[in-house]
């Protein structure tokens, strides 16, 4: 089945639109932009650069994508955006382009972004990621598979947040949260597991007590960071969750997230 293009909608010349592609009055698809099939763009949104959407995504009304970058550094290179297949995003949501050439910013498969989130530069956020509400993504940020960031949160440029963690609604991220983890306020403060986001995905009760394992090494043994990981690394039953944790711990360039703030009785030099 052909795309269905309302006449009210403009896709200009040299815009690629798969089968049974749905483009609704007064939305605007710039002509580098790529649809697959089953894609559906709604009444005023607007495509613009070097942008994919992948299969039977939902672009909502007034969603802005591939946008140029708010980047002042940017000066007119080629770049791009990935939006993954069976993707929401919703009204208002920008996500702008990227800024360096041949540099993208990347959106999972199964993404739900909610309204008036922003995805800056250089972002790649992860498949089955859900961005509530107003949640704000500075420049250069990763965020992992399955992640959850609650409403109204501001993320800073360059911080990383682990795969199956959960950030609390309204919170100020300003260093990597590590995976498996729920938290969140202002200042930011780790709570322990997400215990539940773990039973959800179905994560096996020995893999629970693995993680719990070593959240406890990492974060409530008292340890330095470097003792804690050292420690992490020698168990002989080492999951690939807890590797990954390891990894994501030592690739920090930005630091990681508190137990509780440093200088506070019983924060662990771990965390710091």
């Not at 509530?132 to 911080?159: C, K, P, R």
């Not at 990383?160 to 403060?189: E, L, N, Q």
């Amino acid at each position: 089945m052909m795309a269905n293009v309302h006449p009210q909608a403009i896709v200009e010349p040299g815009a690629k639109l798969g089968a049974n592609v749905t483009v609704e009055p007064f939305a605007i698809v710039k002509s580098g932009v790529c649809l697959h099939d089953g894609v559906t763009i709604k009444s005023h949104a607007y495509l613009d650069g070097n942008t994919i959407i992948g299969a039977n995504t939902i672009i909502y009304p007034g969603a802005s994508i591939g946008t140029k970058t708010q980047d002042l550094k940017y000066r007119g290179e080629t770049t791009y955006v990935n939006v993954g297949a069976n993707c929401e995003i919703r009204e208002f949501v920008t996500i702008n382009s990227s800024c360096g050439e041949g540099s993208s910013v990347d959106v999972g498969e199964g993404t739900l972004i909610m309204a008036y989130c922003h995805v800056a530069h250089n972002c790649s956020v992860g498949k089955q990621v859900v961005m509530a509400n107003a949640v704000s993504l500075a420049g250069h940020v990763v965020v992992e598979d399955f992640a959850i960031i609650g409403g109204m949160t501001g993320v800073h440029q360059g911080v990383r947040i682990g795969t199956c963690a959960m950030v609390g609604g309204i919170s100020r991220v300003t260093h990597d949260v590590p995976p498996y983890t729920i938290g969140g306020g202002i200042p930011y403060r780790i709570g322990g597991l997400n215990t539940v986001g773990l039973q959800r995905r179905r994560f096996s009760l020995e893999k629970r007590l693995l993680l719990k394992k070593a959240f406890d090494t990492f974060y409530r043994s008292g340890l330095t960071l470097k003792e804690a990981l050292a420690i992490m690394e020698k168990e002989e039953n080492l999951s690939e969750e807890v590797a990954h944790w390891i990894k994501f711990c030592k690739e920090s360039k930005r630091g990681l997230i508190s137990l509780i703030e440093p200088g506070e009785e019983g924060a662990s030099a771990a965390a710091v």
